[in-house]
């Protein structure tokens, strides 16, 4: 079966789906709680300043997170799983069986988009220095795709191969739509300090700096794609833009392996600031009672109420660009009656060839390189103390898309409301939010010892009809945590 040239995105997606791991915030919930250690600067570098470990040992970490507001997954077994243990005859059998889509063919203007990320983060490390300071070491790879503003028409004709008579010979505009994939590594340093201090307030800030490898990088922005398909085989494109570019690296075989080549690089930044007010002073939620502690035990949590702001992945990674990939002028995507049957993609490179035959231009983009933006956000949170380790923490994740930067990957926007009951060696909780893509989530996170496993949307997956997002994260650590200290406030230097 050929893959003709306007599946291009359905290529990639399916591709991305099938054979790739799948940002939204990481570790929802999970990342405010007082005992997140290293993982804390995941939404706030000033976190692991006044924090409850001597050291924090992060051996392995990893984030999987999909959300996309077009293409649901009958849930068959658990979270959907039953579809993938039977066997289909091709992707049209699967399609009708396993697949719905959320598209209603009378309305014009829809859109579709798709997230998918991954985040694996390796031997990392927060070491405390002082009662005020701290740093944190470490390594992450990470890889994300965005598919935003896709008219649903386009995406119901990718999905099904374009067989769907009800929309042929018919014109249509998507305007804006785009494709941005990157794959990077990033090695972090991390400082946090307690700027100021007093009985009943704290106030910490925050830095992470990043030097990245990028491992690959493509974007595609369509501007005004104006198209009409008169069958399955036949597509009529009309003075359409396309900008478009991709890594020298950027490579999908046959056997959709991505080659590895590390020849770009980037520096990135976090920054972050914290809010604690503490009425009580020394009053420490974690003990059973009203009990005063010492004043310089490292193991209490004072704060009835803490506020924070954080400005995360700031910086951008310059990739060499492919020769074969690049920008074309305004309106020079125009084609008639183009027949599809003689099209066949099975690389990347078969795309190039094909735009570069069928599209040529003598204003070829003249540049060697170019850059994709990190995936920039901003985080607001408050966590209040309601009762002796019970907290309600509330967060508001911005991660824009940036209308006049087509050149960059991006998160979920998130809300949240993340209710949990920690202590030092156990912690439970229930984050329930609001996200871009599909709305309502609830999930379920725990930690248990050095074992952290978790979900933003675990809850409220299990017990819908289709399945249209997933997320799951775990963490195996090796936390070693300030003794407490026996003896009332101001006195006493004894450890229990």
Not at 306 to 331: C, E, L, Q, T
Not at 401 to 425: A, C, D, T
Request: charge should be negative; glycine fraction near 10%.
């Amino acid at each position: 079966m050929h893959t003709k040239l306007f599946g291009l995105c359905s290529l990639f997606c399916l591709i991305l789906l099938s054979n790739r791991p799948l940002q939204a915030q990481e570790y929802l919930g999970y990342s405010h709680s007082n005992y997140a250690g290293v993982h804390g600067i995941f939404t706030n570098p000033a976190s692991i300043a006044d924090n409850r470990y001597v050291v924090d040992v992060n051996v392995i970490g990893l984030s999987l997170s999909f959300e996309n507001d077009f293409l649901k997954l009958r849930n068959k077994g658990f979270l959907g799983m039953g579809n993938f243990s039977e066997s289909y005859a091709d992707w049209t059998d699967f399609r009708e069986k396993a697949l719905f889509v959320d598209f209603d063919g009378t309305q014009r203007g829809e859109t579709a988009k798709l997230y998918l990320g991954l985040d694996v983060m390796g031997p990392s490390a927060l070491i405390s220095l002082s009662p005020n300071d701290a740093i944190a070491l470490g390594a992450r790879y990470r890889v994300m795709t965005n598919f935003d503003d896709l008219g649903a028409e386009a995406a119901r004709l990718a999905i099904d191969e374009f067989v769907v008579p009800p929309l042929w010979g018919r014109n249509f505009e998507s305007d804006g739509a785009s494709l941005d994939i990157m794959a990077w590594v990033e090695y972090f340093g991390s400082y946090g300090r307690v700027l100021w201090q007093d009985q009943n307030h704290l106030l910490k800030a925050g830095l992470t700096v990043k030097l990245m490898q990028g491992v690959a990088g493509m974007y595609m922005y369509a501007d005004d794609l104006n198209y009409n398909f008169t069958n399955d085989d036949i597509l009529t494109l009309q003075q359409s833009t396309l900008y478009y570019g991709h890594s020298e690296n950027f490579e999908i075989t046959e056997y959709n392996d991505l080659y590895f080549n590390f020849d770009a690089l980037g520096i990135g930044a976090d920054v972050g600031l914290i809010y604690e007010w503490r009425p009580d002073g020394a009053a420490y939620n974690g003990r059973t009672g009203e009990q005063k502690i010492n004043k310089d035990d490292r193991s209490a949590t004072r704060y009835k109420l803490k506020a924070g702001f954080s400005v995360m992945d700031i910086g951008a990674i310059r990739f060499n660009r492919d020769p074969d990939s690049y920008d074309r002028p305004i309106g020079s995507i125009s084609v008639v009656d183009w027949d599809l049957t003689q099209v066949q993609f099975n690389s990347i490179q078969d795309f190039d060839d094909t735009l570069n035959n069928r599209f040529p231009t003598s204003v070829q983009s003249n540049e060697t390189r170019f850059g994709m933006s990190l995936p920039t956000a901003i985080n607001l949170f408050l966590d209040y103390q309601v009762y002796q380790g019970f907290y309600l923490g509330a967060s508001a994740w911005m991660s824009p898309r940036g209308n006049n930067n087509f050149n960059k990957v991006h998160g979920v926007s998130r809300i949240s409301l993340q209710p949990r009951y920690e202590m030092r060696w156990f912690e439970i909780g229930l984050p329930v939010s609001y996200q871009n893509f599909s709305g309502v989530d609830a999930g379920l996170y725990f930690r248990a010892g050095p074992v952290v496993f978790g979900s933003s949307n675990l809850l409220s997956k299990t017990f819908q009809d289709t399945i249209d997002g997933a997320n799951i994260f775990m963490a195996l650590k090796i936390p070693i945590l300030f003794g407490r200290m026996t003896g009332s406030y101001g006195s006493g230097d004894s450890r229990s």
